[in-house]
Protein backbone atom coordinates (compact mmCIF):
# COMPACT_ATOMS: atom_id res chain seq x y z
CA UNK A 1 0.00 0.00 0.00
CA UNK A 2 1.60 3.29 -0.59
CA UNK A 3 0.81 6.14 1.11
CA UNK A 4 0.58 9.76 -0.26
CA UNK A 5 3.12 12.28 0.61
CA UNK A 6 1.44 13.95 3.64
CA UNK A 7 0.27 17.33 3.14
CA UNK A 8 1.06 19.94 5.09
CA UNK A 9 -0.55 19.50 8.50
CA UNK A 10 -1.71 23.04 8.63
CA UNK A 11 -3.70 21.99 5.29
CA UNK A 12 -5.40 19.66 7.15
CA UNK A 13 -6.48 22.41 9.67
CA UNK A 14 -7.76 25.31 7.27
CA UNK A 15 -10.45 26.30 6.50
CA UNK A 16 -11.72 24.57 3.20
CA UNK A 17 -13.58 25.75 0.07
CA UNK A 18 -17.05 24.46 -0.16
CA UNK A 19 -16.92 20.73 -1.42
CA UNK A 20 -19.00 20.30 -4.77
CA UNK A 21 -22.60 20.34 -4.95
CA UNK A 22 -23.69 18.79 -8.15
CA UNK A 23 -27.32 18.01 -10.02
CA UNK A 24 -27.66 14.84 -11.67
CA UNK A 25 -30.19 13.78 -13.92
CA UNK A 26 -32.26 10.32 -12.29
CA UNK A 27 -35.39 9.47 -13.76
CA UNK A 28 -36.32 7.77 -10.70
CA UNK A 29 -36.62 10.95 -9.21
CA UNK A 30 -37.66 13.45 -11.93
CA UNK A 31 -40.86 10.82 -12.62
CA UNK A 32 -42.10 12.95 -9.22
CA UNK A 33 -41.09 16.34 -10.09
CA UNK A 34 -38.06 16.34 -7.48
CA UNK A 35 -33.97 17.61 -8.37
CA UNK A 36 -31.61 15.08 -7.04
CA UNK A 37 -28.10 16.95 -6.08
CA UNK A 38 -25.03 15.03 -4.44
CA UNK A 39 -22.92 16.65 -1.80
CA UNK A 40 -19.58 15.31 -2.99
CA UNK A 41 -17.99 15.37 0.88
CA UNK A 42 -16.57 12.39 -0.47
CA UNK A 43 -13.86 14.98 -1.92
CA UNK A 44 -13.51 16.90 1.06
CA UNK A 45 -9.74 16.03 2.03
CA UNK A 46 -8.23 12.92 0.43
CA UNK A 47 -7.50 10.98 3.44
CA UNK A 48 -10.27 12.24 5.93
CA UNK A 49 -12.75 12.04 4.01
CA UNK A 50 -16.35 13.72 4.40
CA UNK A 51 -17.79 14.06 7.74
CA UNK A 52 -14.45 12.31 9.47
CA UNK A 53 -12.68 15.56 8.40
CA UNK A 54 -15.74 17.95 9.44
CA UNK A 55 -15.81 16.28 12.91
CA UNK A 56 -12.25 15.86 13.55
CA UNK A 57 -10.79 18.91 12.28
CA UNK A 58 -12.33 21.09 15.14
CA UNK A 59 -10.75 18.48 17.49
CA UNK A 60 -7.68 18.79 16.44
CA UNK A 61 -7.67 22.40 16.15
CA UNK A 62 -8.54 21.86 19.98
CA UNK A 63 -6.11 19.52 20.88
CA UNK A 64 -3.14 21.25 19.11
CA UNK A 65 -4.51 24.67 21.04
CA UNK A 66 -4.24 22.68 24.23
CA UNK A 67 -0.82 21.44 24.12
CA UNK A 68 -1.55 17.88 23.90
CA UNK A 69 0.82 15.83 22.28
CA UNK A 70 -1.86 12.66 21.91
CA UNK A 71 -5.34 11.56 21.48
CA UNK A 72 -7.10 8.87 22.71
CA UNK A 73 -10.52 7.19 20.92
CA UNK A 74 -12.46 4.20 20.77
CA UNK A 75 -14.25 2.17 17.84
CA UNK A 76 -15.06 -1.40 16.80
CA UNK A 77 -12.73 -3.52 14.68
CA UNK A 78 -13.98 -2.17 11.72
CA UNK A 79 -14.90 1.90 12.72
CA UNK A 80 -14.09 3.94 9.81
CA UNK A 81 -13.64 6.89 12.81
CA UNK A 82 -10.95 4.89 14.46
CA UNK A 83 -9.08 4.83 10.80
CA UNK A 84 -9.69 8.55 10.52
CA UNK A 85 -8.07 9.25 13.84
CA UNK A 86 -5.30 6.95 12.84
CA UNK A 87 -4.93 8.88 9.77
CA UNK A 88 -5.25 12.53 11.37
CA UNK A 89 -2.83 11.99 13.92
CA UNK A 90 -0.02 10.89 11.33
CA UNK A 91 -1.26 14.09 9.81
CA UNK A 92 -0.63 16.32 12.38
CA UNK A 93 2.02 14.86 14.37
CA UNK A 94 -0.17 13.86 17.32
CA UNK A 95 0.60 10.02 18.76
CA UNK A 96 -2.93 8.01 19.10
CA UNK A 97 -4.37 5.39 20.60
CA UNK A 98 -7.51 3.13 19.72
CA UNK A 99 -9.64 1.68 22.40
CA UNK A 100 -11.05 -1.12 20.46
CA UNK A 101 -14.15 -3.15 21.32
CA UNK A 102 -13.33 -7.07 21.93
CA UNK A 103 -10.82 -8.10 24.24
CA UNK A 104 -10.55 -11.60 21.89
CA UNK A 105 -9.35 -9.43 18.83
CA UNK A 106 -6.23 -8.93 20.85
CA UNK A 107 -4.46 -12.49 19.83
CA UNK A 108 -5.70 -12.67 16.71
CA UNK A 109 -4.39 -10.65 13.32
CA UNK A 110 -5.59 -7.61 12.75
CA UNK A 111 -8.27 -6.84 10.36
CA UNK A 112 -7.27 -4.59 7.41
CA UNK A 113 -8.85 -1.78 9.16
CA UNK A 114 -7.24 -2.43 12.46
CA UNK A 115 -3.89 -3.02 10.39
CA UNK A 116 -3.69 0.27 8.35
CA UNK A 117 -4.66 1.77 11.86
CA UNK A 118 -1.61 0.50 12.92
CA UNK A 119 0.51 1.06 9.98
CA UNK A 120 -0.48 5.05 10.52
CA UNK A 121 1.12 4.91 13.87
CA UNK A 122 -2.08 4.23 16.06
CA UNK A 123 -1.46 1.88 19.53
CA UNK A 124 -4.31 -0.26 19.44
CA UNK A 125 -6.01 -1.14 23.25
CA UNK A 126 -8.34 -4.19 23.37
CA UNK A 127 -10.92 -4.34 26.12
CA UNK A 128 -13.61 -6.37 27.16
CA UNK A 129 -17.48 -5.51 25.50
CA UNK A 130 -18.54 -4.88 28.40
CA UNK A 131 -16.26 -2.37 30.06
CA UNK A 132 -16.18 -0.85 26.54
CA UNK A 133 -20.28 -0.87 27.20
CA UNK A 134 -19.91 1.12 29.96
CA UNK A 135 -17.26 3.76 28.98
CA UNK A 136 -19.48 6.40 29.54
CA UNK A 137 -19.41 6.13 33.08
CA UNK A 138 -16.33 8.51 34.65
CA UNK A 139 -15.05 5.73 36.47
CA UNK A 140 -14.76 3.07 34.23
CA UNK A 141 -13.28 5.68 31.70
CA UNK A 142 -10.49 6.51 33.90
CA UNK A 143 -9.68 2.93 34.31
CA UNK A 144 -9.77 2.42 30.66
CA UNK A 145 -7.60 5.39 29.72
CA UNK A 146 -5.12 4.81 32.11
CA UNK A 147 -4.73 0.54 31.36
CA UNK A 148 -4.51 2.09 27.90
CA UNK A 149 -1.75 4.29 28.83
CA UNK A 150 -3.77 7.21 27.47
CA UNK A 151 -4.50 9.33 31.01
CA UNK A 152 -3.46 12.56 30.04
CA UNK A 153 -4.41 12.76 25.87
CA UNK A 154 -7.05 14.40 24.72
CA UNK A 155 -10.34 11.90 24.27
CA UNK A 156 -12.51 12.29 21.27
CA UNK A 157 -15.76 9.93 21.67
CA UNK A 158 -16.95 7.17 19.60
CA UNK A 159 -18.14 7.95 16.13
CA UNK A 160 -15.88 11.69 17.38
CA UNK A 161 -19.80 13.22 17.85
CA UNK A 162 -18.79 16.14 20.32
CA UNK A 163 -20.04 19.64 20.43
CA UNK A 164 -17.10 20.76 18.58
CA UNK A 165 -18.24 17.91 15.94
CA UNK A 166 -21.33 19.08 15.76
CA UNK A 167 -19.98 22.89 14.49
CA UNK A 168 -17.86 21.35 12.23
CA UNK A 169 -20.94 19.70 10.70
CA UNK A 170 -22.92 22.90 11.09
CA UNK A 171 -20.52 23.97 8.11
CA UNK A 172 -21.59 21.47 5.95
CA UNK A 173 -24.99 22.74 6.74
CA UNK A 174 -24.04 26.21 6.12
CA UNK A 175 -22.76 25.53 2.67
CA UNK A 176 -26.45 24.15 1.03
CA UNK A 177 -28.35 27.55 2.51
CA UNK A 178 -30.15 28.73 -0.14
CA UNK A 179 -29.17 25.63 -2.53
CA UNK A 180 -31.43 22.92 -1.46
CA UNK A 181 -34.88 22.45 0.38
CA UNK A 182 -34.01 18.57 1.99
CA UNK A 183 -30.61 17.77 2.68
CA UNK A 184 -30.71 14.14 3.41
CA UNK A 185 -27.88 12.15 5.62
CA UNK A 186 -26.98 8.39 6.53
CA UNK A 187 -26.61 8.04 10.29
CA UNK A 188 -24.42 6.47 12.77
CA UNK A 189 -23.81 8.33 15.63
CA UNK A 190 -26.04 11.13 14.23
CA UNK A 191 -23.69 13.48 15.02
CA UNK A 192 -23.58 14.76 11.38
CA UNK A 193 -27.36 15.43 11.09
CA UNK A 194 -27.57 17.08 14.10
CA UNK A 195 -24.60 19.51 13.31
CA UNK A 196 -25.98 19.72 9.61
CA UNK A 197 -29.67 20.70 10.90
CA UNK A 198 -27.97 23.19 12.94
CA UNK A 199 -26.23 25.05 9.83
CA UNK A 200 -28.97 25.22 7.63
CA UNK A 201 -31.42 27.83 6.86
CA UNK A 202 -35.13 28.45 7.92
CA UNK A 203 -37.48 26.50 5.70
CA UNK A 204 -34.83 23.96 4.44
CA UNK A 205 -35.03 21.18 6.68
CA UNK A 206 -32.41 18.16 6.86
CA UNK A 207 -33.67 13.86 6.72
CA UNK A 208 -31.51 11.36 8.39
CA UNK A 209 -31.30 7.65 7.86
CA UNK A 210 -30.04 5.30 10.42
CA UNK A 211 -27.97 2.46 9.29
CA UNK A 212 -27.94 0.86 12.57
CA UNK A 213 -31.59 -1.17 14.31
CA UNK A 214 -32.71 0.47 17.18
CA UNK A 215 -34.77 3.38 17.06
CA UNK A 216 -32.77 4.85 19.83
CA UNK A 217 -31.02 7.51 17.54
CA UNK A 218 -33.54 10.25 18.09
CA UNK A 219 -33.22 10.62 21.54
CA UNK A 220 -29.61 10.15 20.91
CA UNK A 221 -29.41 13.52 18.69
CA UNK A 222 -31.44 15.74 20.86
CA UNK A 223 -28.58 14.76 23.68
CA UNK A 224 -26.12 15.65 21.33
CA UNK A 225 -27.89 19.13 20.44
CA UNK A 226 -29.01 19.82 23.94
CA UNK A 227 -25.18 19.47 24.76
CA UNK A 228 -23.25 21.48 21.87
CA UNK A 229 -26.39 24.44 21.53
CA UNK A 230 -28.12 24.16 24.81
CA UNK A 231 -31.41 22.40 23.16
CA UNK A 232 -32.79 21.73 19.89
CA UNK A 233 -31.40 23.11 16.50
CA UNK A 234 -33.21 23.22 13.29
CA UNK A 235 -35.90 20.71 11.21
CA UNK A 236 -35.12 17.34 11.27
CA UNK A 237 -36.32 13.72 10.66
CA UNK A 238 -35.34 10.28 10.68
CA UNK A 239 -36.44 7.86 8.18
CA UNK A 240 -36.30 4.36 9.93
CA UNK A 241 -36.70 0.66 8.33
CA UNK A 242 -33.98 1.51 5.91
CA UNK A 243 -30.49 -0.03 7.95
CA UNK A 244 -31.08 -3.42 6.20
CA UNK A 245 -30.37 -5.38 8.65
CA UNK A 246 -28.33 -3.75 10.74
CA UNK A 247 -24.65 -2.31 10.38
CA UNK A 248 -22.67 -3.09 7.62
CA UNK A 249 -25.19 -6.09 6.39
CA UNK A 250 -25.24 -5.26 2.64
CA UNK A 251 -28.25 -7.69 0.93
CA UNK A 252 -27.61 -8.34 -2.60
CA UNK A 253 -30.04 -6.26 -3.79
CA UNK A 254 -28.94 -3.25 -1.83
CA UNK A 255 -25.42 -3.65 -3.55
CA UNK A 256 -27.33 -4.22 -7.00
CA UNK A 257 -28.75 -0.84 -6.25
CA UNK A 258 -25.62 0.84 -5.39
CA UNK A 259 -23.56 -0.87 -8.17
CA UNK A 260 -26.54 0.73 -10.26
CA UNK A 261 -26.05 3.94 -9.28
CA UNK A 262 -22.28 4.21 -9.60
CA UNK A 263 -22.99 3.67 -13.19
CA UNK A 264 -25.60 5.71 -14.13
CA UNK A 265 -23.73 8.48 -12.28
CA UNK A 266 -20.03 7.59 -12.26
CA UNK A 267 -20.05 8.55 -8.25
CA UNK A 268 -18.46 5.62 -6.04
CA UNK A 269 -21.14 4.50 -3.51
CA UNK A 270 -19.58 3.54 -0.02
CA UNK A 271 -21.95 0.18 0.97
CA UNK A 272 -22.24 0.70 4.76
CA UNK A 273 -23.12 4.36 4.65
CA UNK A 274 -24.41 6.05 1.76
CA UNK A 275 -25.92 3.30 -0.12
CA UNK A 276 -28.56 3.10 2.36
CA UNK A 277 -29.09 6.46 1.89
CA UNK A 278 -29.70 6.69 -1.68
CA UNK A 279 -31.58 3.87 -1.33
CA UNK A 280 -33.92 4.85 0.91
CA UNK A 281 -34.64 8.52 -0.99
CA UNK A 282 -35.14 6.37 -4.28
CA UNK A 283 -37.68 4.17 -1.43
CA UNK A 284 -39.22 7.56 -0.05
CA UNK A 285 -40.61 8.88 -3.86
CA UNK A 286 -43.89 7.13 -4.08
CA UNK A 287 -45.11 8.22 -0.40
CA UNK A 288 -44.69 11.80 -1.34
CA UNK A 289 -42.03 12.76 1.03
CA UNK A 290 -41.11 15.33 -1.10
CA UNK A 291 -43.48 17.22 -3.17
CA UNK A 292 -42.64 17.99 -6.76
CA UNK A 293 -40.14 20.56 -7.35
CA UNK A 294 -38.24 19.66 -3.96
CA UNK A 295 -34.25 20.28 -4.64
CA UNK A 296 -33.26 16.80 -2.70
CA UNK A 297 -29.54 17.14 -1.63
CA UNK A 298 -27.95 13.87 -0.67
CA UNK A 299 -24.77 13.88 1.17
CA UNK A 300 -22.31 11.76 0.21
CA UNK A 301 -20.73 11.31 3.57
CA UNK A 302 -17.31 9.14 2.32
CA UNK A 303 -15.89 6.69 -0.28
CA UNK A 304 -15.87 3.24 -0.52
C1 LIG B 1 -18.90 7.65 10.02
C2 LIG B 1 -19.75 7.79 8.81
C3 LIG B 1 -21.10 8.21 8.87
C4 LIG B 1 -21.84 8.39 10.20
O1 LIG B 1 -21.70 9.65 10.77
P1 LIG B 1 -22.36 9.99 12.18
O2 LIG B 1 -22.01 11.39 12.44
O3 LIG B 1 -21.75 9.05 13.19
O4 LIG B 1 -23.84 9.77 12.09
C5 LIG B 1 -21.79 8.39 7.68
N1 LIG B 1 -21.20 8.15 6.49
C6 LIG B 1 -19.92 7.72 6.38
C7 LIG B 1 -19.36 7.44 5.03
C8 LIG B 1 -19.16 7.52 7.53
O5 LIG B 1 -17.89 7.07 7.42
Keep these: MSHPVDPDPADLLRTRPP ?32 NKWRKLAPNLRAALAGGYGSL ?24 TVGVVRGDELADRPLNPSLARCAADGMRLHFVTRSAYR ?42 LRGLTDVAAVACG ?5 AGLAAGLGAGQRALGVPVLRGGFLAAEIRALQAAAYGGPRGDWALAEDFHHGGYAKVPVELDAFA ?10 VERVYVAKLLWALTHLLPGGTFPPTTRLTAVITGPP
Design 19 to 50: SPLVEVDDDRFERYGVRLLLKRDDLVHPELPG
Design 72 to 95: VTFGGAYSNHLRATAAAGRLVGMS
Design 134 to 175: RKAEPQVLAGLLADAGAAGAYVVPEGGSNALALAGCAELGGE
Design 189 to 193: TGGTL
Design 259 to 268: ADFEERHGVP
